[in-house]
């Protein structure tokens, strides 16, 4: 059913006044939603207007995506990418570098596939390059400036590429210009730019094909900011290397670490997640704790003051996912409703105004039923799915 005749469909009963059993019903809203900045057609709704409230994503229902990642350094070159549960995977947005993966450098302003990819479960985006997961084999495409691609050289494809010598792959994370990727063993292994020590390998040496993480062991979840990136393991823990100008790495300095290192005054950890310059975990008992940039309110916190250690964000409870951009933040509920909060310059929280808010504001109302959110990584746009 396509989204142009669920609506008439949906608009005649109303007129109508027939209702559709609960049994067999849709949820309200089945539509992925997007909003915030739309300069390269990165809300997918076919047009490059901004919208500063939730819009569908031409012809993507929300029961049909796996995962949907966000791509993307400003409001004119940002992209989306999602992997459907068929294995399939549709791109929209900015294409300048071929992160479309569709064999063109052109803007799409609506999904569509990408060519000769299928069977896909995991999907991540960086500023102008795209991941994919598919049977343990993780594959690229976009710019590779910096090997960020991880096939062994630095020439951008607008085709999926394979990473070079890795398999078993359960996760994969995506920063700016540099990828993570979890495997079966719990190891960890990274890629691309590694002028802040984003890579965790002790160095500042980029690289174009993956190199495990010295150290790290027992890993069950990856995650990734512009130049840092966070890993939980099996205890709870979590730790974090990169970038740290903004206390992103959550051990109390703002000394940056090409190695691994400990977030403090932080255990029995259930969920990462990293946004630009800020991130944020999810403990066992569903509280959120947030640090690092703060300078728009992004933490969620009431306050513009920059976080070099997790605090508490208060009133946040049952969060199904987080996600954030270059300044702002979204959260999906169990309640089915979406919040968002930090800079709303172009109507990135989804609440109907430019306003920003250092404390969550309501993009989607309870009942709406996205179960996840995704936002451009150093970017203005934002998703609920």
């Known amino acids: 059913m396509t989204y142009a005749y669920a609506r008439a469909a949906a608009a005649c009963l109303a007129l109508l006044g027939l209702a559709v059993s ?11 939603r997007a909003w915030g900045a739309n300069g390269a057609g990165q809300l997918g709704n076919g047009s490059v207007l901004p919208q500063q ?7 993507l229902a929300r029961s049909d995506v796996r995962e949907l990642a966000a791509g993307g350094g400003g409001d004119s070159s940002s992209f989306a990418v999602a992997v459907l549960n068929d294995g399939t995977v549709r791109t929209w947005g900015a294409n300048p570098n071929g992160q479309l993966g569709n064999g063109t ?7 569509a596939a990408v060519a000769g990819l299928s069977g896909a479960s995991d999907v991540a985006a960086g500023v102008h390059s795209a991941y994919a997961v598919r049977g343990g084999r993780a594959f690229a495409w976009g710019a590779n400036a910096y090997g960020q691609l991880g096939d062994g050289s630095t020439t951008d494809t607008n085709r999926p590429v394979a990473v070079q010598s890795l398999n078993k792959v359960t996760d994969i994370a995506a920063g700016c210009y540099h990828a993570l990727a979890l495997r079966e063993d719990g190891t960890v292994w990274t890629w691309g730019r590694n002028n802040y020590g984003q890579l965790g390998l002790g160095t500042s040496t980029d690289r174009n094909t993956p190199q495990r993480v010295p150290g790290l062991t027992d890993v069950v979840e990856v995650a990734s900011g512009c130049n840092h990136s966070l890993v939980r393991t099996a205890d709870g823990t979590v730790k974090a290397w990169g970038y740290n100008t903004n206390g992103q790495l959550g051990n109390d300095t703002v000394e940056g670490s090409a190695t691994p290192v400990d977030v403090r005054h932080l255990t029995d950890v259930a969920r990462i997640f990293a946004a630009g310059y800020h991130s944020f975990a999810v403990l066992d008992g569903g509280e959120v704790r947030a640090w690092g940039w703060n300078g728009r309110g992004q933490l969620g916190d009431g306050t513009t003051v920059s976080r070099t250690t997790p605090v508490p964000v208060p009133g946040l409870a049952d969060v199904n996912s987080l996600a954030g951009g270059y300044a702002h933040t979204v959260a999906s509920l169990a309640n089915g409703s979406v919040l968002a909060w930090g800079e709303n310059s172009v109507g990135q929280l989804g609440d109907g105004t430019t ?12 009942g709406s039923g996205p179960a996840h959110v995704a936002a451009s990584v150093v970017a203005r746009s934002s998703y609920a799915y």
């Open 22 to 32: 609960p049994a067999h019903a849709e949820p309200r809203d089945p539509w992925v």
């Open 53 to 59: 409230t939730p819009s569908g994503v031409r012809d």
């Open 105 to 111: 450098t052109d803007n799409r302003p609506f999904p």
């Open 355 to 366: 306003a920003d808010s250092p404390t969550p504001v309501t993009a989607l109302p309870p």
